[in-house]
């Protein structure tokens, strides 16, 4: 899967537990692989690589770390941005 798809997968997930105001232990996990590859991508955007680690916190944390939806948004605005 190449970085534009990576992003573009992380950014579904996120909008979706943005609705549902909830997320799976397989989304969570899923959130965390994507993030770690993002992170490791040497061409990445240092504004993004700082938001790619807060949502790889967020992912390590699940259901206990409760986000609200001007978080999602912020996260999802930094990642479109510099797709």
Known sequence: M???HQLSLLIDILKNQKYEHYG?????????????????NE?????????????????????????DDVVFDNWITMIEETK
């Open 2 to 4: 190449d970085y534009q």
């Open 43 to 67: 061409s990445i955007d240092p504004n993004l690589k700082q938001t790619l680690m807060s949502i790889e916190q967020y992912s390590n944390q699940g259901t206990s770390m409760v986000q």
């Open 24 to 40: 799976t232990s397989d989304e969570y996990n899923q959130i965390q692989r994507l993030t770690e590859s993002l992170i490791n």
